[in-house]
């Protein structure tokens, strides 16, 4: 980690955790517009990735300490809204601005004139959308193009993920945005903007998961049954070992895609995502397993990082969408070989656009 | 436990070109592919890769090799690996043997076997399981006693890959006994296998490769100077490897011939969407287990010892093997005739030997036990 990464780490892990630690859990992992005040105020919302010293280490380690407290607060969300509108060059209005990208669905342009487009359509799924003045999201043209628009959400009908975090559904209609909230040809693409929120909510689950190892292992070690701590069963170490395992591989695929070059970028975010998909589960279906029955009661925190974590293997593509992905862009007829492909950098699995388009 | 990205460098990357262009060569030349240490031995291969000065290659220039770093090891392994390259007559000494020489061996021990090590002119096997000791390693019964100049061995040990071929089986014995605390009183001998009272009779795999042997020590006289490092340290050396052991690439690769194969067959046709996505998934976790695979070896050249990570990745790497063989077979489809040739026949040998995979070198179950009681320890120290 960046020193800049592990300072921003430690200071959101102190501030949640002091909160977490007078409050209780569940007044970190639900909405708490008083800590996002505070929040904001550190600058946590509005970490601007134009800064030369910020990058992706940065946002993911900011993610990470989010996971690790379950965090019901949409840091990522307005980071990720933030390199957008920047990739783009929109300039945001101030207030809370989120992305609308976690589903491939995107809006219709109806209209367009010199003043800027008109556009119609829903949003499913847009995190925190309730609480949002500023909607990120992509318009399709006529002509098959995109547009990045920045738009006031007017008419949001709730959702939920399986945590309860929101996640909204924004009707558009027949909006007119204005010239300066509009990009009409954004080097960012959808996909690309989809992986990067991808790797965030990889980066955030790696936190989650380091969580639940400590809890995991620590009840494994002071539970006891039949006159013995349940950790010195091999049945229960077994579990404890393949929660430990699911986080480390979760945490090692973020930040090889943090250290990936500019040019495979999206291709070991994909695969990040993919391995958070394959992991996530068994991470979870261990740890409830050591913990019995009260592990699956809302009177334990264990679900605050459970429940996130079977949201966040869907949210920004499922793992089935992404290795779709990875097998349609690198089994390609000009294969250098399969193993060749799988270790960049190569030149020929570079040519197949599997990189950044704007600067991560 | 973290494993800390750190991708190959400018000088990483063009050995990694050498290398590929090496077996390119070799391939074009008529080398048989096999299943990552399941291939069968090829010593003259073995020469061939020592000549490019890629066998030993961490020993230290102070040692008569090249001293190169565990990374640039790595990067040769993994293309070896991945080309299903028939590594094993070198194997033991490279991956084992080699860094208990530097680490424990007398100068004598140095100066004879390093040089040898690199020039491809001898090799190594383990003498470490026994019909009665297999995870429990600290159980062993082979015994040396006393005699006039060294020591008598008697005992005997399994699973001793290639010493049907090997010159010499590092052998972990008692030399005094127990008294209640198993893990003293074991040394480790450097035993000549062409020694008068040493016998080598083959196990035979499933697949019928000759791989394996016991090997009985009847009365084997072993001289002073080939007892490796000090009398009784032998468990502390035999663990202390451990990070090199169990890390490699050759924990997660031994499938990769197969897949690569099914790729070749494949890049060129109309590709089903739910064959792309089989395959996306499993391309996935091999990108991931390579990043952690390759930490490793970053870890290992800062002079850290890495074992409980090497454990966890030996572990994930070896189910994962295990479970890309299932998926093959379904990408695949059909029967398996072991003697088919090309991908299929690859595919049988995979599925007949998988099963080895979760086992050598320290079962999946005993790997999850070291892991495990590594997690408690430092969750006390926290605390």
New interface residues.
């Given amino acids: 980690m960046s020193d800049l990464a592990q300072e921003l780490y430690d200071a959101l892990d102190d501030i949640v955790g002091a909160r977490s630690a007078r409050d209780g859990y569940d007044a970190v992992a639900s909405w708490n517009p008083e800590l996002w005040a505070v929040l904001d105020e550190q600058g946590y919302a509005s970490i601007d990735p134009a800064e030369p010293e910020v990058g992706l280490a940065e946002f993911c380690a900011v993610a990470t300490a989010a996971g690790t407290h379950a965090l019901a607060l949409p840091i990522v969300e307005a980071g990720l809204a933030a390199w957008m509108a920047a990739s783009a060059g929109i300039k945001l209005p101030a207030g809370l601005a989120v992305p609308a990208v976690s589903t491939d669905e995107v809006l219709t342009v109806v209209g367009q004139d010199d003043d800027g487009l008109v556009v119609d359509g829903a949003l499913r799924r847009v995190p925190w959308g309730r609480h949002a003045e500023i909607v990120l999201a992509f318009a399709r043209h006529d002509d098959g193009t995109s547009s990045l628009v920045a738009l006031e959400p007017q008419q949001v009908t709730q959702g939920s993920n399986l945590a309860g975090e929101p996640r909204d559904t924004v009707h558009v209609a027949r909006q007119r945005i204005t010239a300066g909230q509009v990009c009409t040809d954004p080097a960012l693409g959808r996909r690309e903007a989809r992986a990067r929120g991808a790797l965030l909510r990889a980066a955030a689950a790696a936190g989650a998961m380091e969580s639940v190892v400590d809890l995991v292992v620590e009840y494994a070690g002071q539970r006891h049954q039949f006159g013995q701590p349940i950790g010195s069963f091999q049945a229960i170490q077994q579990h404890v070992v393949t929660v430990a395992q699911a986080a480390a591989a979760t945490r090692a695929a973020v930040e090889a895609t943090v250290m990936a070059a500019p040019e495979h970028r999206v291709m070991t975010a994909a695969a990040a995502k993919v391995t958070l998909g394959i992991q996530a589960g068994r991470h979870a279906r261990s740890a409830h397993q050591v913990f019995g029955a009260i592990g699956a009661t809302e009177e334990h925190r264990l679900h605050l990082f459970t429940r996130r974590l079977w949201s966040w293997q869907d949210e920004y593509g499922t793992q089935h969408e992404w290795a779709h992905y990875l097998g349609d862009r690198l089994v390609f007829p000009e294969a250098p070989g399969l193993w060749e492909v799988l270790t960049p950098p190569h030149p020929l699995v570079a040519s197949r656009g599997v990189g950044e388009s704007v600067p991560w | 436990?973290?494993?800390?990205?750190?991708?190959l460098t400018p000088a990483e990357?063009q050995l990694?070109d050498e290398v590929?262009e090496f077996m390119a060569q070799e391939r074009a030349n008529g080398l048989s592919v096999g299943l990552g240490i399941n291939a069968e031995a090829d010593m003259d291969f073995s020469r061939r890769v020592a000549a490019r000065g890629w066998v030993g290659m961490t020993i230290p220039k102070e040692h008569g090799g090249p001293g190169r770093t565990a990374v640039e090891r790595f990067v040769v392994v993994?293309?070896m690996l991945?080309?299903g390259a028939p590594i094993s007559a070198h194997w033991v000494g490279d991956r084992q043997t080699a860094q208990m020489f530097v680490r424990f061996g007398s100068e004598q021990h140095q100066r004879e076997f390093l040089p040898r090590i690199v020039a491809g002119d001898v090799w190594f096997c383990l003498g470490m399981s026994e019909p009665d000791s297999g995870s429990d390693l600290a159980s062993v019964r082979t015994r040396a006693t006393r005699t006039e100049g060294g020591w008598l061995l008697n005992g005997q040990k399994v699973w001793t890959s290639g010493a049907q071929y090997c010159d010499y089986v590092i052998t972990l014995c008692r030399t005094s006994p127990a008294e209640g605390r198993k893990h003293i009183g074991l040394s480790q001998l450097i035993v000549d296998l062409r020694a008068e009272g040493v016998t080598v009779s083959p196990i035979k795999l499933l697949n019928g490769f000759h791989h394996f042997n016991e090997v009985h020590f009847d009365n084997v006289f072993v001289p002073d100077s080939m007892v490796l490092g000090n009398e009784g340290d032998g468990w502390h050396q035999v663990t202390s490897e451990l990070a090199h052991e169990r890390s490699g690439p050759d924990r997660f690769l031994s499938v990769?011939p197969v897949?690569?194969r099914l790729?070749?067959q494949?890049?060129?046709e109309e590709?089903p969407?739910d064959?792309?996505?089989?395959?996306?998934?499993t391309?996935?976790?091999?990108?991931?287990?390579?990043?952690?695979s390759l930490?490793i070896a970053r870890a290992l050249d800062r002079g850290e010892t890495p074992a409980v990570?090497a454990a966890?990745v030996k572990?994930?790497g070896t189910q994962f093997e295990q479970e890309a063989i299932e998926q093959l077979r379904t990408l695949v489809g059909g029967e398996l005739d072991p003697g088919a040739p090309g991908l299929e026949g690859l595919l049988a040998d995979a599925v007949i030997t998988a099963p080895t995979f979760t086992l050598r070198g320290g079962t999946n179950?005993v790997l999850?036990?070291v892991?495990?009681k590594s997690?408690?320890r430092t969750?006390?120290e926290s605390a």
């Fill in positions: 436990m973290r494993f800390t990205a750190e991708p990357l990694r590929r993994e293309e991945a080309a990769m897949l690569a790729f070749e494949l890049r060129t590709v969407a064959v792309r996505t089989s395959l996306g998934r391309f996935a976790t091999y990108m991931t287990l390579r990043s952690m930490s990570e966890l572990d994930l179950e999850r036990t892991v495990w997690l408690l969750r006390k």
